[in-house]
């Protein structure tokens, strides 16, 4: 299993998990809505892995390489990575 870094678009919660985290108790009301921005991510430093921020919600989390996944910035419509 890979490691992938689950963003709720409506409360910005970030959980580091191998398999989908469960959708109930967002904070924001009814269930999270997860989406994971690379194939795989870490939300703490790791050795291969670069810190990459969205310059709308401000997380930051750790891939190889520019995350692809853009849909679902909890700022507005779509996370703008950039390398830290
Ligand atoms: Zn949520
Ligand atoms: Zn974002």
Do not use: D, R
């Not at 678009?9 to 967002?26: D, H, L, M, Q, R």
């Not at 989390?61 to 990575?81: E, F, R, V």
């Amino acid at each position: 299993m890979t490691t992938k870094v689950y963003i709720c678009k409506k409360c910005a919660t970030t959980v580091e998990k191998n398999s989908p985290p469960a959708g109930s108790g967002c904070p924001k009301g009814g269930t999270h809505t997860w989406h994971h921005p690379a194939s795989e991510a870490y939300l703490s430093p790791k050795s291969g892995f670069k810190p990459y921020q969205c310059k709308h919600c401000g997380i930051t989390i750790y891939t190889k390489a520019l995350p692809s996944g853009t849909q679902g910035c909890p700022a507005g419509s779509l996370h703008s990575w950039h390398k830290l």
